[in-house]
């Protein structure tokens, strides 16, 4: 028999606060044209973005989480000494050790939390949501910050066709906390690594070891793979995720899936039969494609604009490079 005392979480978590962060420099569409050979017209009718945000050298990876962290915490109405936990997904924080979650922990005030990196591309918001769902739950913290972040014009290789419009930079974060109801479904996630070479990092970081010069890494990504991906298999997720759930298409208010394309979202809409009345994100237009941002961003949008209301029923899903994806219903804060 163990001896071991059992853990004294919540009996379920919701998501209590939202923040979003997005660079002060907008860039339209023009300025892309500068280094490629295209035209508006065809990169807003294959994406859907006008504009998108490029961070300063003063908008790093930590500063922008910071200042998503404070709105988020605000929003929660909670105090950063109670924060236990602090969960970073990000692609472009350059330094392998330490993780920026200790960084940005540290200048939020919280103490002394559990804090770490994940990095699961375009999914890693739904990866944190569920991590930190789990620590309430088990009782190892009573409220974590979970924060997608991005700098993805770093990655940017603005002479590649496919993909120098696609990407912008920001950071989203939400606190998580104790619900007396469920208030975080059941999430779907999983992987299938034999497409882990339909986005990828042109060059690896080990490469600069050896004597010979090589372009700075940059994101690369099959957009017909990756398209046909999206809007076939993360349809099917989207959907277990609603069963997972107990929640039938009509009986959601808002759907907030990962801002990567104005095309994907308006099929994975047309395939899932989402009804007139789900208020449907498309932060894309003039955020881009923020990888782990992007879900909490159009979070924040939605209820900053009263798109979406507190108690709204939403459902989110993130998907990309591994090729990654999660899926869960959530209550809006």
Known sequence: MSKIKPSQGAPYARIMGVGGYRPTRVVPNEVILETIDSSDEWIRSRSGIATRHWASDQ???AAMSVEA????IADA????EQIG???????SHFKQTPAIATEIAHKVGAGKPAAFDISAGCAGF????TLAKGMIVEG?????????????????DLSDRATAFLFGDGAGAVIVGPSKVPAIGPTVWGSEGDKSDTIKQTVAWD????????????????????FRWAVFEMAKVAQQALDAAGIAPEDLDVFIPHQANMRIIDSMVKTLKLPD???????VETTGNTSAASIPLAMERLLATGQAKSGDTALVIGFGAGLVYAATVVTLP
């Open 69 to 72: 962290a404070g709105k988020a």
């Open 77 to 80: 109405g909670i105090t950063p």
């Open 277 to 283: 009345h789900v208020t449907v994100a498309r932060d």
């Open 85 to 91: 936990g602090v969960i970073v997904s990000t692609v």
């Open 140 to 156: 190892s913290a009573e409220y974590v910050l979970v924060i997608g972040v991005e700098r993805l014009s770093d990655l940017t």
């Open 207 to 226: 490469t600069f070891h050896a004597d010979r010069p090589e372009k700075f890494p940059a994101i690369t990504q099959e957009g017909q793979a990756v």
């Open 59 to 61: 908008e790093t990876v």
């Open 126 to 129: 739904g990866y944190g949501l």
